[in-house]
């Protein structure tokens, strides 16, 4: 009916339950908790920006909270998102254009490789920055 | 066969979903390029202090990207956020509310930090 928010309350039939967990779905889920928690993390490396732009001060400020031990374990989930949304967006690109990929077992791999890529890549990234 | 009930009832399709599914992917082969380069610039940027970071983001190139990034990934973000709120949130009036909400918090977020990048580029008296 119009003007009602909800469908009909029918009833469902059993299916997140019963779901087996698989490569391809905790890649493909992952894909949008990533999306979800950068969309926060955009807030906050804007604060980076806006703080850059305000003075030292508040630039001293933001720079605390990023080097402290919370705010580098949120930057490196942060790193890690970022790498696993970037692959993974690339494989929605691929699958969208030249349209391969879709077999089973190359699904799997491309998702377990994708996690490995976002861990590794994460890791490599920030023992590079300790070093230089 | 299709009534018109569906239409009456305003449930049918918005018609916008080509152009959403096209600009989610132009957006996302742009980053591509823009978020490597944005991650590598940062950590120097960052480890540069104050000083550093202001002398970097004054630079004519590293503004330019700065603002493409921003603009970008923020685009992105709000047609990313706009799906999951149409995914889950099924009542209208909360669903609604939502998506003027992603649209104003990234909005806001876009001007902020463009004249962030601005003040600095002009302050810097280029």
Same mark, same amino acid.
């Given at each position: ?132 | ?69 921003? =603009? ?19 009542? =209208? ?34």
């Amino acid at each position: 009916m119009a003007g009602q928010g909800r469908a009909d309350p029918r009833p469902l039939s059993p299916h997140v339950q019963i779901w087996k967990w698989h490569w391809t779905m905790a890649g493909s889920i992952f894909h949008r908790i990533t999306g979800v928690g950068l969309y926060g993390g955009a807030f906050l490396i804007g604060a980076w920006l806006i703080a850059l732009a305000t003075g030292p001060e508040a630039y001293t400020f933001v720079e605390m909270i990023a080097f402290s031990l919370p705010g580098q374990i949120l930057l490196f989930l942060w790193s890690m998102a970022v790498l696993y949304h970037l692959a993974n967006g690339l494989r929605h690109l691929i699958w969208d254009g030249p349209m391969v990929g879709f077999a089973p077992g190359v699904a799997s791999l491309w998702s377990m490789f994708n996690f490995a890529f976002a861990i590794i890549g994460a890791a490599v990234i920030w023992s590079l920055a300790s070093f230089y | 066969m299709s009534t018109s009930a569906k239409s009456v009832r305003g449930l049918g399709s918005a018609g916008t979903g080509t152009q959403h599914h096209i600009r989610q992917r132009v957006t996302a082969l742009a980053l591509l390029f823009l978020v490597p380069w944005f991650i590598y610039s940062i950590i120097h940027a960052c480890k540069a202090g104050y000083e550093g970071a202001l002398t970097w983001a004054a630079q004519p190139i590293n503004a330019i990207l700065l603002i493409l990034t921003v =603009s970008a990934a923020l685009y992105h973000m709000r047609l990313g956020m706009q799906v999951v709120i149409e995914d889950y949130i099924a009542k =209208s009036g909360t669903k609604q509310a939502l998506l003027i909400l992603n649209t104003f918090a990234v909005v806001a977020l876009a001007t902020a930090t463009i004249l962030s990048v601005l003040k600095i580029w002009f302050t810097a008296g280029a």
